[in-house]
Every structure is written in structure tokens, then in C-alpha cells.
């Protein structure tokens, strides 16, 4: 929960009476996600990472591998509100924050005259998350949500024009997930097409 009354540059866990400073800029939680996804990484190999990554002098505490395992997964889970089960629930996203990042990026220039690479290691990741949610449509990455989230309305005689159109920008802006989508439309829209001309010749034939 974002309040005002929070301090975002000290975020602070206890682990066996140490009190450990960590690192929630929005650039390492970026790369955090990212790594979670990378499948060169094993689960071992991730949780050390992600230690060294959240963890400000990190080379100072001698954890075992299973403490450090468990400080992720609190960093994850208390200080993240990361959700494994919410995450794999197959729910569609309508942006990719390493997919979409020119889009973010152009953004937050636009909107807030906030340059993301200049910001690194400085703006909190809720903040991040307060500001991204809260650009105004006329930005890129509103206007490609939009889109992705369009409905390609029923054939008509009037409207292929526009359903092609619509289709088009959604193939350009669709996520990876989204392909199979844009394809199984892509078919249904030939099918229709297909009988269309059948049913053309018929009736010329007739």
C-alpha cells in the first residue's frame, strides 16, 4: 500500500537480531524480475544473486545459502507484495515492463519530464509503480494498452476496413503472450472471408 506517511529510502528487514538495509530502487527491482524469468539461472543461483542485488553491503553478513533464501523470499513477498499464485493465474497483462520499456521511458519524459536513466538507483520502486499507473492517456504506453485491450469488433459489410485496421495496430503492439490471439483472429476473419465468396458464387451461379 502506497502512503505519504512511508519512508522509501529506508527499507529495512530483521533477520536473526540483524537489521538489514535493502535496495528497492526501481532499476534493481526491474532487473530482479528479470532474472526471476531468466531459465539460464537455477533456483540457487537466483536467490544468491537476488541477496546481492537487494541487500546494501552485502558482502559484510556471513548467511548460510537457506537464511539468504529466506530474506529473498521476505523481500518478495513483505516488501514486493509479490504473489506467486497471482502471477501464474494466467491473467491477461496488458503491458510488459521489459517489453514496454521505450514506451515507459517516452512516458515519464512526457508526462513528468522524468528521465528513467538518470533516475536509477534513485526513484523507489513505489513510486515507480504510484507514477506509472497514473499516466495520462495521451502517453505512448496508455495509447498501446488501449489498443491491446480493444475489442476487434463483429464482421459487418461496413467495417472490414476498420477491423483490419484495428487488427494490424494489435498485431504491431501485441505482447508475446498475445500472438496466438492475433493468429486464431487472423483465421476466423479468413474463414468468414472464405465463406463470404462461397456464398457469392452461389447466388451468381444461381
Known amino acids: 500500500m502506497f502512503k505519504l506517511t512511508d519512508r522509501f529510502n529506508d527499507d529495512v528487514i530483521e533477520y536473526k537480531g ?3 538495509h535493502v535496495n528497492l530502487a526501481f532499476d534493481v527491482v526491474l532487473r530482479a524480475y528479470e532474472l526471476m524469468a531468466d531459465k539460464r539461472f537455477n533456483r540457487m543461483e537466483k536467490a544468491l544473486i537476488f541477496f546481492d542485488m537487494f541487500i546494501v553491503d552485502h558482502k559484510s553478513y556471513s548467511f548460510s545459502f537457506q537464511d539468504k533464501n529466506i530474506i529473498v523470499k521476505t523481500i518478495f513477498e513483505e516488501l514486493l507484495g509479490y504473489k506467486k499464485d497471482e502471477q501464474s493465474s494466467g491473467n491477461k497483462k496488458s503491458y510488459d515492463l521489459t517489453i514496454d520499456a521505450p514506451y515507459i521511458y517516452a512516458s515519464f519524459l512526457q508526462d513528468y519530464n522524468i528521465d528513467l536513466f538518470e533516475m536509477q ?3 523507489h520502486w513505489h513510486k ?3 507514477l506509472l499507473n497514473s499516466l495520462s492517456k495521451d502517453t505512448k504506453l496508455v495509447e498501446v494498452i488501449n489498443i491491446r485491450e480493444q475489442e476487434v469488433p463483429p464482421p459487418t459489410k461496413h467495417n472490414a476496413k476498420e477491423r483490419q485496421r484495428i487488427m494490424e495496430l494489435k498485431r504491431i503492439y501485441r505482447l508475446e503472450s498475445e500472438e496466438e490471439v492475433v493468429i486464431e483472429a487472423d ?6 472471408s472464405e465463406a463470404i465468396k462461397k456464398q457469392a458464387l452461389r447466388k451468381k451461379g444461381g
Open 18 to 20: 540483524q537489521k538489514l
Open 121 to 123: 538507483g534513485k526513484l
Open 128 to 130: 515507480f509503480l504510484t
Open 187 to 192: 483465421k476466423r476473419m479468413a474463414s468468414i
